[in-house]
């Protein structure tokens, strides 16, 4: 078989595994309805073999054999030791089709809490139906108005209005009917949408957050060849500068919440004069000129004195060149 038990299939293995049985007439072995023969009879006042015993011997290896290879390494270590088919049979139905009350509550509350998230409808459906089932098997099947109820909560908000008009259907639609229709609009969706959405919000997110960190402060080195590499390694530090006030040049605040702020809003504003000496202040002009030359992008540069400029050379000549500008 290629299906193996496991805590989660029980119900596909054993329907799966049932018509197998028949089919090669060894049911009766695992149903219960057949018990082992004498070994012995009594021919002429003879104790003899049984043939019938040694017929049923060789089906209970078979079934013992066909119950053991449909097993799993987990449901395996539940029968180590038992030598009967039937009492294997009962082992794994009792360890897998639990019917206490905590298992109903279990069930009950996964299939309320299911959600379809980014799988596909199909798969949703599938493990939707699986719990169903399991609900079904141990006595407690999930009534058609809760199983749509829930189906529908599971679906998300992406399928709102589909939900909103399947649950304004009277009678309720059978599971499988409405598995179908919400595949259909499945389809229907991607038909309009194209991609998912979840995955182009995926990518936006993670967009947001190279950028967010290679504008950061990180410990790195200036780039390696990818944008979100070198804008990494611009940072000093782990640590974020703090907060600096333009008011009163400090740090710890900014100048909004200065604690001078009035102060500085009641001083008068600047005089041309004020900000010409402040000028004058900062560029250290003198009455022999200011130190320093604006840069006209020339090659060459005439001044009034030869101390201004790093080389000189004499002129020769004794004519005066004159220019128009």
């Not at 379809?116 to 699986?130: L, Q, R, W």
């Not at 957050?209 to 944008?227: A, N």
């Not at 702020?261 to 001083?267: G, S």
């Amino acid at each position: 078989m290629s299906t193996k038990l496991t805590s989660d299939n029980y119900l596909i293995w054993r329907d799966n595994i049932q018509p197998l049985f028949a089919s090669l007439q060894l049911l009766k072995h695992i149903d219960g309805s057949s018990s082992s023969p004498s070994k012995t009879i009594t021919v002429e006042d003879k104790a003899v073999s049984n043939p019938d015993y040694a017929k049923w011997a060789d089906s209970e290896q078979q079934a013992i054999l066909l119950l053991k290879s449909s097993l799993s390494e987990q449901a395996a270590a539940e029968v180590i030791g038992i030598t009967n088919a039937r009492q294997i049979w009962v082992a794994l139905e009792a360890a897998y089709s639990n019917s206490s009350v905590e298992r109903i509550h279990v069930l009950r509350d996964s299939l309320r809490q299911l959600t379809k998230g980014t799988s596909s409808v199909s798969d949703f459906s599938h493990k939707f139906k699986n719990l169903c089932d399991q609900l079904a098997a141990i006595g407690h099947p999930v009534a058609e108005i809760d199983k749509t109820h829930w189906f529908l909560c599971g679906l998300g908000p992406s399928y709102e209005t589909f939900s909103t008009s399947i649950r304004a259907n009277t009678p309720t639609l059978p599971f499988r009917e409405l598995v179908n229709k919400t595949e259909s609009q499945e389809l229907f969706l991607k038909s309009l949408h194209g991609s998912p959405a979840p995955v182009a919000f995926h990518a936006q997110q993670n967009r947001s957050s190279s950028f967010q960190q290679g504008r950061g402060r990180g410990s790195g080195s200036r780039g390696s060849g990818s944008r979100g590499v070198y804008a990494s390694g611009r940072g000093r530090g782990s640590a974020r500068r703090p907060p600096h006030c333009q008011l009163c040049r400090t740090n710890g605040h900014y100048a909004s919440s200065c604690p001078n702020l009035h102060a500085y809003a009641n001083q008068t504003a600047p005089t041309d004069e004020s900000l010409a000496k402040a000028f004058h202040a900062q560029c250290h002009v003198t009455e022999n000129g200011p130190d320093w030359n604006a840069d006209s992008g020339a090659t060459d540069h005439m001044a009034p004195e030869c101390a201004d400029l790093n080389q000189t050379t004499p002129y020769p000549g004794s004519a005066n060149k004159t220019g128009t500008r």
